[in-house]
């Protein structure tokens, strides 16, 4: 019903950019929240950054004045601007949308992107 599809990520050197983004596709008419996660292998996956339908921003602490997420409600999509890498920031990246309503009623709680690698050398 729903797919994800990411793109950007791949390598930088530390203190380089990266852009990462993400893309609903589907009958869709709202999505609430958008975030990025990001999960090494064998832990759990964390929270980068999310954004609610209405633009309110949340952040982990270690990416605050770092990284940037925004979304184009119209186009279903979301971004997340990656300045000052560091090594520590290499990880999976995943995408995750909550509640994504579509046009036949139904309300997806959750959908999960298929992750995309970032790798920053030092």
């Known amino acids: 019903q729903v797919q994800l599809v990411e793109s950007g990520g791949g390598s930088a050197q530390a203190g380089g950019s990266l852009g990462l983004s993400c893309g609903a596709a589907?009958?869709?008419?709202?999505?609430?929240?958008m975030g990025w996660y990001r999960q090494d292998p064998g832990l759990e996956r964390d929270l980068v950054a999310v954004i609610t339908k209405d633009g309110r921003v949340t952040y982990a602490d270690s990416v605050k004045g770092r990284f940037t997420i925004s979304r184009d409600n119209a186009k279903n999509t979301v971004h997340l601007q990656m300045n000052s890498l560091k090594p520590e920031d290499t990880s999976n990246y995943y995408c995750?949308?909550?509640?994504?309503?579509?046009?036949?009623?139904?309300?997806?709680?959750?959908?999960w992107g298929q992750g995309t690698q970032v790798t920053v050398s030092s």
């Open positions: 995750r949308m909550d509640r994504l309503r579509l046009t036949t009623g139904i309300t997806i709680l959750s959908s």
């Open positions: 589907g009958n869709i008419v709202s999505i609430e929240d």
